[in-house]
C-alpha cells in the first residue's frame, strides 16, 4: 500500500493508446503533426497564445524555462524550500551556467509580495551583488499549498512591475487547478512560463513547457537541444501531452488524487501540519505510530523526526485509501 | 518511401510489449527492477563488468560520457564531422563546462593512431593551450564506415598509452557489429564508456550509456540528475533497453537494415562515395539524377552539391528498398 | 577623514620600491625569478611546504581555490553573510560551473563545527541533493572576527574528518594574525588553500593564493590562464608580495590598522555589535549620530538602519583616527 | 638579446610616473577620478562615443567581449589561428560558458568576407548547428599582417548586414596603426568592441576594453566583477592607460618597435614568411641557422621546424636590433 510518491504510479490507459496511435511515419524531433499541435493545444486551455514543448522531466522543464530568464550573472528569487532548490542536484545552477537562486521564506512554502519584496530590498544596486531576474514559485507548492487566484495575480503583477519574469512550477498544477476550481490560467495568472506537470498524472515520460511570453520558446529550443532533451522520437512525448488534455484527462486525474487524499485528512484532522490542497499530506505522527502504519503494510516518507508525508495519485487503490484513512484513525 | 534517416523509425512490437510488461509498480528513478537488471545484461552481452545507465537521447548519453571524462580547461580529440562536433548545437560544451573538441582527420570519418598523433603533437604541454584528456570515436563513423576490431585495438591501445580516456559513440552500434561479425565487445575494445544506441534501432527514447570504467558511472549518475535526465518512471527506459538486448533484437534489427542497405548498394556500385558498412548510403547523384529519384517518390537528404545520403531502418519495407534499388540502377 | 574601507588604501613604500626593482628584463608569466621564489618564501612563513600563485584580486583567489576543490554538481559550506556568498556577484558560481554554495549559521560569521554539522546532517547522500566538497571560511571573518587556534584547528579537523577540503579566505589575514599573537598557521590551521590576502594591507594589485595542498596548485594554474589571471608581466605581481613578506611587513601594517581600531574602539565600547579582533568596527549609531559624524567630515558606511562600518588601514591617519574617537565620545 | 616576444618588457617611465601620481586617497574599483575619465579619452581617440572598462590581460579583455556578445549556445567565427582559438586554454568557452569558435581560414591568420561567407555557408539554420552571434579578428593578426582600412571596412560591414557582432583583439593594434599612419577608427572601423593593447607596448598591466557599442559595457561589468576582474585599486589600471594615449604614447612605442623590426627585415628579405607589418618577424631559418644565431647570444622561438619567430619591442636596444640584422645577413 504505496504513498511514497506520485512520481511513480502507471500510465493511464489513455496515454498509452495514444502512444501506440503514434507510432506511424513521422518526421523526426518535433516536425511531426503531435508535436505540432501542441500550441493550439494550450491555446485553448489557457485562453491565450502560448508556445509549447515537450521535455522528459520537471526538472528539464523547469531549467529551462529559467535559462531563457537569466543571465549567468543574474539570479531567481524563490522559496528556500523550493524543488529547484532542494531536490534538483543543483541542475539550476547547470542549466542557467551558474545563476544563483535567491532564497525566500512563506508559510507552506509559498511566496508572497511581501516576501519577494524582503529579498529585493537588501540587494544593493551594484555590480558586487547578484542582481535578480525572475521569480519561480510552485503550483501546487511543496507542502501542497495552492495560490489562489487572487495571491497569484497579486504576485506576478508585483513582479512584472519590478521587471522581473516569471515561473510557475506546475509539477501538480493539475491537483492545484482541481483543488481551486479556477480557470487553468487564473491558477498561473502573469506566468511567463508553466512547467506544466504530467508525469505525475498519468503520463508516462513527458512534461509540457508553456510559455505564455512565446519569445522565450526559440531559445528554449536551442537549449533543449544543446541540453540533449530533443527526442528524436518526440512524437511520442507529444501523444501523451495531448492525451492528458484530451477530455480534460489531466483535470479528472488530479481530482481522483485530491478525493484520495481528502479521504485520509478525513480521519488526520488534528495531525495535519498543512492544509490539504492538493495530493501530498504531512501528518505529525510519532516514531512509534510510523512503525505501527508501516507494519500494517503502508509506505511512505518520513518527514522530520515527528511526521510523514503521504501522496496519492491518480490511481490509488480506493482500499488501500481507506484502509489508511482508517489505520490513522485507530492509531 | 522514406530513405532520410532512421532516427523516427517505428518502435519494435516486443520493446512495445516490454514497455507495458513494465506498467506495474516499482520504485521511482533508477531503482525498479528493470534498472537494476542493466548492469548484468550488459555485462553478460560484452563479457567484462560495466556499468550502465539509461539516457533519453543518443546527445545525452554521449555528453554524459565525456562530462566525467575531461575537466572545464581540457579537451576531447574527435573527427573533424564527428557528430558530437557538428549537430548537437554545442553540447558537449554544455555538458563539459567548455571543454574543447580538438579536431582530427581521417578518411571516413574514422580516426587512427596516425591522426590522433598529430593533433597531439600540435599540442604544447604549457597552460597556454588546452590538453586533451580523452578521445571519442564514431562505430559506425558518419560516414557508415565501420572500425574493425584491429583498428579499434590499435586505436585505444595508443589512446590509453597517452593517459587519454576512450569514449565511443554507439549510435549506430549495432549496424557496426552486425556488418563485422565480431563480439560487441571487439566492436569497441578499450572503450572507457560506449554509448549503445537503441532509438534508431527499434527502440522509443531510451540509449544505454555503458561504462567499463565503472568508477566513471557514480559521476555520471549525478550529472544525469543534475542535467534533468533522471526520470521518475526510469523502469520504461530499462524495459525498452532489456527488450533490445533480449534474444539479440538489437542485432537482428541491424542486420535487417544492413541487408537494405546492401540492396541499394547493389546497384549503385559506382556512385559510392564510401564503402557501406552499416546503413547509411552516400551516392553521388546529380540534381537531375535527385529530382528524378524525388519524383518516384523517394524521399533522402542531400549531401553536397552532387551526392545524396539514404537510410535504411530495421523495419524499411522490403518492397520500396527494391524500388530504389531499381529506381538507381535505372538513372 | 575616510574610514569606508582599507581596499582602496595607499600602495606601501616598500611595495613600490620592490615593483621599480622588478623592472628589469624576466621571462614572461610566472617563469621569472620573483614569481618562482614565492614557494620558498610561504613555506618558511608558515612552516611546511606550499604552492603559491599570484592573482589580482580576493575574488579571483577565493574561486580558483574553490575550483580547484569542488565539482560542477558539487557544493560548498560557507556562512550565510561569507563574502563569496553575498558579495561577489556569483564569482564562485562561475569559476565552479554552477557549484552551490551550502549556507551555514554562526555568530560573528564564524562557521564552528556544530554549525557546518548541521548543515551535513540536512543533506540526504542521493543524487537529488548537491552533496558538498568543501567548506571556506574568512580569517579574520566579514565581522572582523577572529578564529582561534583552537577554533580553526578543531573546524579543520572535522571538515577533513567528513572527506571535505578547507579554504580560507583571508583577505584580512595579517590583522587575525596580528590579533592572535600565533603563528600564521596555527590562524589557518589544516588549511587546502589559503588566501593571502595583501591589497588591504598595502599591496597594490596582487593576492597570494597558498596551497597547502600543492596537487591542488597545477590544476589552479590552468584555471588561472583560463580565468584570463595569468598577466605577462607577473613579476611585478611576486614582488608586490614578496614585498609583503618581507621583514613581516605584512604583519607590521597589519598590527598598525588594528591599533588604530583599537583606539575608536577604546570610546564606543557600549556601542559594538561585534568584538574588534581586527581592523573593522560596527557600531550601533543611530541616524542622528551618523549624520553627525559625517558633518564633521568622517566618512563610513551605514550599516543597515541603526549601525555603521568603520574600517582602518595600514595607514590610517593618527590624526583623523584620534578625532573619530573623540567624535563618537562626545556623541 | 631576447626576441622572445614584447609581452615582458619594461614599463615605460611615464606609465611609473602616472602610477605613482595616482597614489592618492581615491574611491575604489572604478570609482575613481582616473577610470571615469577613460571613456572621454578613447573618444576624443576613437572620434566617436564609446564605453571603456580596464582589466588585466589580453585575454580577459578579449573573453569579456566575447561574453556579452554571444550565448553560450551560439559561437564566434575566427581564424583557425586566432590567440583566442589556440593560446587561451579555452579562455573564451570559459567565459562565454561553452559558446563554440568557430573556425575560419585566411592568409597571414587575416579574415576576409570570403571566409567569413565560407563559414556561415556551411551552417544549416536549424537547433542541430550551433549559429554565430560574432566575428572576433586580430589587428595585426598573429602573423603581424596589419588590415588595411579598407578591408576592416569591407569586413565588418558584411559581418554586421548578417546581423553579427564585430570584435577585434588588438593586443597590438598600436603596432597595426603605426604601420598604416590611418586613425585609429579606420584601423578597427565598424567594431563593437577592441580589445586596445598596452602590456606590450609599455603598460604593466592593464588593457582597455573599449565598446564601441556601449549597451554592452554595462554587461561586461557586471562580468568583470564575476571574473575577479575588478580590483579595488582600480586606479593604477586607469593611470597606465591614461598614460599610455597621452601625448601619443601609446604610438611612439609602437613607431618604435616596427622600426626595430623594419631595420631586422631589411636583412632578411628573402627570408620572410609574411610581409612584417607590426613588429613580428617570422623567418625562414635551418636548425642550424637558429644553433648559429643562439650561439651568438640571441633568443627567440622555433616557429615549426624550418622557421623562427622574432619580436620587437617599444624599448628593444637599438645595439641588439642591429646586431641581430648583421647576423642574419651574415648567415
Known amino acids: 500500500m504505496q504513498f511514497l510518491s506520485d512520481n511513480a504510479a502507471a500510465v493511464h490507459p489513455r496515454v498509452w493508446d ?3 496511435a503514434a507510432d506511424a511515419p513521422q518526421p523526426p524531433y518535433d516536425n511531426d503533426a503531435l508535436s505540432q499541435a501542441l500550441d493550439a493545444a494550450f491555446a485553448e486551455l489557457f485562453g491565450r497564445p502560448c508556445a509549447v514543448l515537450w521535455v522528459a522531466t520537471g526538472t528539464a522543464a523547469n531549467c529551462l524555462a529559467l535559462a531563457t530568464m537569466v543571465a549567468p550573472h543574474s539570479g531567481v528569487i524563490c522559496h528556500r524550500e523550493a524543488h529547484i532548490e532542494t531536490d534538483e542536484c543543483g541542475a539550476p545552477g547547470f542549466y542557467t ?16 509580495v511581501d516576501s519577494v519584496a524582503a529579498v529585493l530590498s537588501g540587494i544593493r544596486g551594484d555590480v558586487h551583488q547578484v542582481q ?54 487564473e491558477a498561473c495568472a502573469g506566468a511567463d512560463a508553466l512547467s506544466f506537470g504530467c508525469v505525475k ?31 528524436s522520437k518526440g512524437r511520442f512525448m507529444a501523444a501523451q501531452i495531448l492525451a492528458m488534455l484530451e477530455g480534460g484527462l489531466w483535470l479528472e486525474n488530479a481530482r481522483a488524487a485530491n478525493a484520495a487524499a481528502q479521504e485520509i485528512v478525513a480521519s488526520a484532522q488534528d495531525r495535519l501540519l498543512h492544509p490539504v490542497e492538493a495530493n501530498e499530506i504531512f501528518l505529525r505522527l510519532s516514531l512509534d505510530e510510523r512503525a505501527a502504519l508501516r507494519a500494517q503494510g503502508f509506505s511512505f516518507y518520513d518527514w522530520g523526526d515527528d511526521a510523514a508525508r503521504f501522496v496519492t495519485a491518480w490511481n490509488s487503490d480506493p482500499t488501500y485509501v481507506s484502509a489508511l484513512s482508517c489505520a490513522i484513525a485507530a492509531l
Chains 1, 2, 3, 4 share one sequence.
Open 132 to 185: 535578480p531576474s525572475a521569480v519561480s514559485v510552485t503550483q501546487a507548492s511543496e507542502y501542497g499549498r495552492a495560490y489562489t487566484p487572487a495571491e497569484m495575480a497579486a504576485l506576478s503583477a508585483f513582479v512584472k512591475q519590478r521587471g522581473l519574469k516569471f515561473h510557475v512550477d506546475g509539477a501538480r498544477f493539475g491537483n492545484a487547478v482541481a483543488h481551486l476550481g479556477c480557470t487553468p490560467w
Open 18 to 20: 495514444a502512444m501506440r
Open 97 to 112: 551556467h551558474g545563476a544563483k537562486l535567491l532564497l525566500a521564506e512563506g508559510e507552506g512554502a509559498k511566496l508572497a
Open 201 to 231: 498524472n498519468g503520463g508516462m515520460s513527458a512534461e509540457a513547457l508553456v510559455f505564455f511570453d512565446e519569445g522565450l520558446a526559440d531559445l528554449a529550443r536551442l537549449r533543449r537541444k544543446r541540453a540533449g532533451h530533443l527526442q
